[in-house]
C-alpha cells in the first residue's frame, strides 16, 4: 500500500487542527486525531436481519432456539447472555487507551477526554460516560483568574454552572499504548498543556502491571512573557454512571499519606455496594511549589455554580476537613482536586495527579466463591489500599516510563518499519488490559488438576507457575463473553507469551487441567438442536466460563456447536505448547504437557476415518465459518492436524521417546501425502475435498498450520509439514486474490474468495474480513520472505480500523467490505504480534535459528 494513501488518512485525522503547539514531548509514532475530527462513516453492528436468505433458511432452527434460551436467559433469570444477538453494541467513535494494568479492572477515556467505558465488576462492561469527570484549568495573573475552562469539547445539559465547549480544533490526542498524549492550546492565552496519561503496563513485570492505578502529569507551557498562575482540577464522580451510584450509603473522605519523604494527599471515593464494593481515590503529590486543595463532596447535578466559583475565586479549593455523610438513596456524590503551581514567563513546569481503583475481592455472577486479585499481594485485600497505591504510582511512574521507553525504543527507531505499523503493534495491546482481563491468587485448596495427578499422566495439582504468578483470563471479545476462548486464544496468545510469558504459561496449565475433566451434564446445543454432554473427557474446552457465571470452576460457556467435535481446538494446544517452549525454553512445562499432548492427539486420531494419516471433518468441525459446511480434510484443519503431528515428533524427540516419534512420524509422512493429494490444487490449497462447487474456494488463513511451524522454529528440514514452495505459492494466490482482488487492496484479506476473484458470500462469514487472522497471514508471509505482501496485507485492515471507521481501541473481530462490523473490542487482534516475531525471526541468521532448533533431549 502506497505511503502516500498512509499520510493522506493520517492527515485526515488532524485537518481539522487549526494550531501550530505539538506539544511537550509528544513522539512520533502512534495514533494522533484532532478532538474536533468527525468519522464520515457510520457502520451498524451484524444482527439477524443481515443474513441472506439463502442462509436464514439453513439457520432457522438455530434461530428459534436461540431465541427460546435468549427469551429465558434475559427475562426468567435476568442475567445477561454470553452474546447477544439482540442487543449488539452500537459504534460509539469516541475510545482512546484505557486505564489501568492488568487484571485489576479498567475505566478507559475516549480520545476527546471522556471517562466512557468501565470494567470495574470482572468481565462486565458498563458503556456510560459520566459527564462530571473533567480536568478544568485556570489561570492566574496578578492575583486575578484571567481563563477558567473545562478542558471538554462538549455542552452538557447538566453542570451548566461551568465552562463547557472548549475548541477541539486547538486539542489533539496522540496514543502510544500503555501512553497517550492530549495537547490542549489555550486559544488567546498563549499557553499549552500537555497531559500526558500513563499505565503501568510493562513486559516481563508481575508486580506493577497488576496494579489498578493510572497517572496523569500535565506539562505546562507558558509563551508569554510575564507569569502565571496555573491550577488543574480534577472532578470525579463516586461510582462509574451505573444504577448503583445512586443507591445510597457511598460516602467520600480527604487523606494525607507520608512516608519515605513523600507526601500525597487527596479524597478517597468509597463506593459501598453489597457486591463489589470498592474505593476511588484522586490525588495529587505535595511539593513545596505546589498547592494541592480539595472538595470532598459536591453534588454532580444542577448548575454546579458552587464549585466553580470556589475555583475561579483564588485557583485552589476549600479543602475541608472529615468525611461527608453517607448519600442517600437516590442521590450521587462526587470530589474535586486542584493542583496550582507558578510558572514563569517563557517557561515550563509540571503538575502530577493520579487515579485508583481498588476492588480486592471479587465474585462472578454466579456469587459462589471469593477470588483475590494478583495486586493484593503487594497492597493487601483490605480495601484500604488507594492511599498507599497513589503513594506508590506517583512516586514510581517515572520508572515505569524508563522500562517502557526502553521497551519500545528498539522498534520505534527501526526505520525499515512503517509508522502505521508500530502504532498498530502497541496500540493493540490495550486488550490484554481491557479484554475483562482479571489476574487472581489461585486460592490454597485450588487444584487445578482436574483430579489426574502427574504419576498419572496428569498435572500437578497447583503448578509452579501458577502459584508464583497467579491465574490470567480474558474475554473473547467484549460483547463474546467468554473468557479464554480457546481458538481465538491461539491467534492473541503471541502477545502474551511474548511479553508475559509466565501468564501464558498459566493460561495453558489451566486449560491443560480442564482437558482431563469431564462433565457429563446433558445440554442443548442450539445449532445441531441436540443434546450433549457440556464436556468430555480429553477435550480441550471452548473456553473456561463466562463472567456473569462462575469462570474456572464451569466450562464451556460457548453453547451454540457442541465443542467436543470440534477438531482444532486440541491441535491448538499441541501447537501452542511446542510455540511455548521454543520461547521459553522452560523444560519442566514441556515435561507436564506431554502426557496431555499425546491424550488430546489420541481423541483426534478417531476421526482418520480412512487410515491415510489424515483427519476428517463433518458439519462445523474446525474454525470455519458459520454456515459454511465441511465435509472430508479441509485445509484449515487438516494443515493443523498436519503441524500438530510435526510438533509431537519434535516434543517425543525432545522427551527422548524414539516410539513415539515413530508413531507420529508414520502419520505425519502418510497425512502430508493425503493432503497434497487431495487438497493442492497447483496454486493453492483447497478449502474442502468434498468436491462440491464452494470447495475451490480460497481460504484466507489456509496457512494457519505451517504459521505456528515457523512461529515455533520449525517448517523446515526433519520438521516439516508443507513443501515450502507450496507454501508460498498458497500465499501468492491468497495475496493476489483475497487481498488485492477485495476492496481494491486496501481492506486487507477477505476469509474466502472464489478463484475467478469474487468474495465467497455462502456463509454468514466466508464474506467477512478478521482482523486478526489478517495479522497472522500477514505474519506467516514474512516468515516466508514476503515481507512486503505482508505489511501491505495487515495495512489495509489498520487504516480500515482505526482511521477509517473509528475504532480504536474496540478492534472488532470482523467487517464486510461495506455497512458493517460483528463483535467490537476482541481478542484475537492480539495477533499482531505474531507479525513482530515473524520480523525478530527473520531478522535472525538462518543457520543460527536452524541450530537453536533443536536443543537435544530434556
Same mark, same amino acid.
Given at each position: @500500500?502506497?505511503?502516500?494513501?498512509?499520510?493522506?488518512?493520517?492527515?485526515?485525522?488532524?485537518?481539522?487542527?487549526?494550531?501550530?503547539? @505539538?506539544?511537550?514531548?509528544?513522539?512520533?509514532?502512534?495514533?494522533?486525531?484532532?478532538?474536533?475530527?468527525?468519522?464520515?462513516?457510520?457502520?451498524?453492528?451484524?444482527?439477524?436481519?443481515?443474513?441472506?436468505?439463502?442462509?436464514?433458511? +439453513?439457520?432457522?432452527?438455530?434461530?428459534? #432456539?436461540?431465541?427460546?434460551?435468549?427469551?429465558?436467559?434475559?427475562?426468567?433469570?435476568?442475567?445477561?447472555?454470553?452474546? !447477544? @444477538?439482540?442487543?449488539?453494541?452500537?459504534?460509539?467513535?469516541?475510545?482512546?487507551?484505557?486505564?489501568?494494568?492488568?487484571?485489576?479492572?479498567?475505566?478507559?477515556?475516549?480520545?476527546?477526554?471522556?471517562?466512557?467505558?468501565?470494567?470495574?465488576?470482572p468481565g462486565m462492561y458498563h458503556y456510560k460516560t459520566v459527564t462530571a469527570n473533567q480536568f478544568t484549568v485556570c489561570l492566574r495573573r496578578g492575583g486575578q483568574t484571567v481563563y477558567q475552562q473545562v478542558l471538554s469539547v462538549e455542552r452538557p445539559p447538566t453542570l451548566q454552572g461551568w465552562n463547557w465547549g472548549y475548541c477541539g480544533e486547538y486539542a489533539f490526542y496522540h496514543a502510544l499504548y500503555p501512553r497517550a498524549w492530549t495537547v490542549y492550546h489555550l486559544p488567546g492565552q498563549n499557553v499549552t498543556l500537555t497531559c500526558r496519561q500513563i499505565s503501568p503496563v510493562i513486559p516481563h513485570d508481575y508486580q506493577d502491571s497488576s496494579l489498578p492505578v493510572a497517572v496523569f502529569v500535565w506539562d505546562i507551557e507558558n509563551k508569554n512573557d510575564y507569569?502565571?498562575?496555573?491550577?488543574?482540577?480534577?472532578?470525579?464522580?463516586?461510582?462509574?454512571?451505573?444504577?448503583?451510584?445512586?443507591?445510597?450509603?457511598?460516602?467520600?473522605?480527604?487523606?494525607?499519606?507520608?512516608? +519515605?519523604?513523600?507526601?500525597?494527599?487527596?479524597?478517597?471515593?468509597?463506593?459501598?455496594?453489597?457486591?463489589?464494593?470498592?474505593?476511588?481515590?484522586?490525588?495529587?503529590?505535595?511539593?513545596?511549589?505546589?498547592?494541592?486543595?480539595?472538595?470532598?463532596?459536591?453534588?454532580?447535578?444542577?448548575?454546579?455554580?458552587?464549585?466553580?466559583?470556589?475555583?475561579?475565586?483564588?485557583?485552589?479549593? !476549600?479543602?475541608?476537613?472529615?468525611?461527608?455523610?453517607?448519600?442517600? #438513596?437516590?442521590?450521587?456524590?462526587?470530589?474535586?482536586?486542584?493542583?496550582?503551581?507558578?510558572?514563569?514567563?517563557?517557561s515550563c513546569n509540571t503538575l502530577e495527579f493520579c487515579l485508583t481503583w481498588d476492588m480486592p475481592k471479587i465474585t462472578f455472577g454466579s456469587r459462589e466463591r471469593e477470588h483475590i486479585r494478583r495486586y493484593t499481594r503487594y497492597f493487601g485485600t483490605k480495601g484500604d489500599a488507594s492511599p498507599s497505591l497513589s503513594h506508590y504510582a506517583l512516586t514510581h511512574y517515572k520508572q515505569w516510563e524508563k522500562s517502557i521507553e526502553e521497551w519500545q525504543r528498539p522498534i520505534l527507531r527501526d526505520s525499515s518499519l512503517p509508522s502505521w505499523y508500530k502504532s498498530a503493534l502497541f496500540n493493540e495491546l490495550y486488550f490484554v488490559v481491557d479484554g475483562g482481563s482479571v489476574w487472581t491468587e489461585l486460592p490454597e485448596d485450588a487444584d487445578v488438576s482436574g483430579g489426574v495427578r502427574?504419576?498419572?499422566?496428569?498435572?500437578?495439582?497447583?503448578?509452579?507457575?501458577?502459584?508464583?504468578?497467579?491465574?490470567?483470563?480474558?474475554?473473547?471479545?467484549? +460483547?463474546?463473553? @467468554?473468557?479464554?476462548?480457546?481458538?481465538?486464544?491461539?491467534?492473541?496468545?503471541?502477545?502474551?507469551?511474548?511479553?508475559?510469558?509466565?501468564?501464558?504459561?498459566?493460561?495453558?496449565?489451566?486449560?491443560?487441567?480442564?482437558?482431563?475433566?469431564?462433565?457429563?451434564?446433558?445440554?442443548?446445543?442450539?445449532?445441531?438442536?441436540?443434546?450433549?454432554?457440556?464436556?468430555?473427557?480429553?477435550?480441550?474446552?471452548?473456553?473456561?466460563?463466562?463472567? !456473569?457465571?462462575?469462570?474456572?470452576?464451569?466450562?464451556?460457556?460457548?453453547?451454540?456447536?457442541?465443542?467436543?467435535d470440534w477438531k482444532d481446538l486440541n491441535l491448538k494446544f499441541v501447537l501452542q505448547v511446542y510455540r511455548d517452549f521454543h520461547l521459553t525454553q522452560d523444560s519442566q512445562y514441556l515435561r507436564d504437557m506431554w502426557p496431555i499432548c499425546q491424550a488430546v492427539m489420541e481423541s483426534e486420531i478417531k476421526f482418520d476415518l480412512d487410515g491415510d494419516g489424515l483427519i476428517e471433518n463433518s458439519g462445523y468441525a474446525d474454525q470455519t465459518y458459520d454456515g459454511w459446511t465441511v465435509t472430508g480434510p479441509s485445509a484449515y484443519c487438516g494443515g493443523l492436524w498436519l503441524a500438530s503431528l510435526c510438533v509431537m515428533c519434535k516434543m517425543a524427540r525432545l522427551v527422548d521417546n524414539e516410539e513415539k516419534y515413530q508413531y507420529y512420524r508414520d502419520l505425519l509422512d502418510r497425512g502430508s501425502a493425503a493432503f497434497d493429494q487431495l487438497l493442492w490444487n497447483g496454486k493453492y490449497y483447497n478449502y474442502d475435498s468434498s468436491g462440491r462447487d464452494l470447495s475451490n474456494s480460497v481460504m484466507s488463513d489456509q496457512c494457519a498450520g505451517h504459521w505456528f511451524l515457523r512461529a515455533s522454529g520449525l517448517g523446515e528440514g526433519d520438521y516439516q509439514a508443507f513443501p515450502k514452495e507450496k507454501i508460498q505459492t498458497a500465499l501468492k494466490s491468497v495475496f493476489d486474490l483475497n487481498v488485492m482482488s477485495f476492496a481494491g487492496g486496501q481492506m486487507g484479506a477477505v476469509n474466502g474468495m472464489r478463484p475467478e476473484g469474487v468474495p465467497d458470500r455462502s456463509s454468514v462469514q466466508s464474506d467477512e474480513v478478521w482482523i486478526g487472522v489478517v495479522y497472522g497471514l500477514a505474519a506467516t508471509m514474512i516468515h516466508e520472505g514476503m515481507r512486503d505482501e505482508g505489511l501491505r496485507t495487515a495495512e489495509g485492515c489498520y487504516r480500515t480500523v482505526w482511521e477509517r471507521l473509528g475504532m480504536a481501541f474496540q478492534t472488532p473481530e470482523a467487517y464486510c467490505e461495506k455497512g458493517i462490523y460483528r463483535s467490537l473490542a476482541y481478542m484475537r487482534p492480539l495477533s499482531v504480534w505474531a507479525m513482530q516475531l515473524a520480523l525478530n525471526t527473520s531478522q535472525k541468521d538462518q543457520t543460527t535459528s536452524a541450530q537453536t532448533g533443536d536443543i537435544g533431549s530434556i
Open positions: @500500500m502506497s505511503s502516500e494513501w498512509g499520510e493522506k488518512s493520517t492527515a485526515d485525522l488532524m485537518s481539522r487542527y487549526v494550531s501550530k503547539e @505539538m506539544g511537550y514531548g509528544v513522539p512520533k509514532e502512534g495514533w494522533r486525531i484532532c478532538l474536533a475530527h468527525e468519522f464520515k462513516e457510520k457502520r451498524k453492528p451484524f444482527q439477524a436481519k443481515d443474513v441472506s436468505l439463502s442462509n436464514v433458511w +439453513e439457520h432457522v432452527g438455530l434461530g428459534i #432456539r436461540y431465541l427460546k434460551w435468549w427469551y429465558k436467559k434475559t427475562q426468567v433469570e435476568k442475567k445477561a447472555p454470553f452474546i !447477544d @444477538m439482540f442487543g449488539a453494541q452500537p459504534l460509539r467513535q469516541i475510545y482512546g487507551a484505557p486505564l489501568g494494568g492488568i487484571g485489576g479492572g479498567t475505566i478507559t477515556r475516549g480520545w476527546r477526554g471522556e471517562f466512557c467505558r468501565w470494567q470495574l465488576n507569569d502565571l498562575d496555573v491550577s488543574i482540577m480534577f472532578t470525579m464522580v463516586n461510582g462509574s454512571g451505573h444504577k448503583d451510584d445512586k443507591s445510597g450509603g457511598h460516602w467520600n473522605e480527604p487523606f494525607h499519606l507520608e512516608k +519515605e519523604g513523600e507526601a500525597v494527599s487527596g479524597v478517597l471515593l468509597h463506593h459501598c455496594t453489597t457486591v463489589n464494593p470498592y474505593t476511588l481515590c484522586i490525588a495529587a503529590r505535595e511539593q513545596p511549589d505546589r498547592e494541592v486543595s480539595h472538595q470532598t463532596a459536591f453534588s454532580p447535578k444542577g448548575t454546579c455554580s458552587s464549585l466553580w466559583s470556589d475555583l475561579i475565586t483564588d485557583g485552589r479549593l !476549600d479543602s475541608p476537613t472529615g468525611s461527608c455523610p453517607p448519600t442517600p #438513596r437516590g442521590e450521587k456524590v462526587a470530589a474535586a482536586l486542584a493542583v496550582g503551581c507558578s510558572v514563569s514567563a517563557q502427574s504419576e498419572e499422566g496428569g498435572l500437578p495439582a497447583q503448578p509452579a507457575v501458577i502459584k508464583e504468578y497467579g491465574r490470567f483470563a480474558y474475554l473473547e471479545g467484549q +460483547e463474546y463473553r @467468554m473468557y479464554n476462548t480457546y481458538d481465538v486464544h491461539f491467534y492473541a496468545s503471541f502477545a502474551l507469551i511474548m511479553l508475559w510469558p509466565k501468564l501464558a504459561l498459566s493460561l495453558q496449565y489451566d486449560i491443560a487441567g480442564s482437558v482431563v475433566q469431564q462433565d457429563p451434564t446433558e445440554r442443548l446445543h442450539l445449532m445441531s438442536g441436540r443434546y450433549s454432554p457440556v464436556k468430555a473427557k480429553n477435550v480441550v474446552p471452548h473456553d473456561i466460563g463466562d463472567p !456473569d457465571d462462575e469462570p474456572w470452576q464451569r466450562v464451556n460457556a460457548y453453547l451454540i456447536h457442541d465443542t467436543a
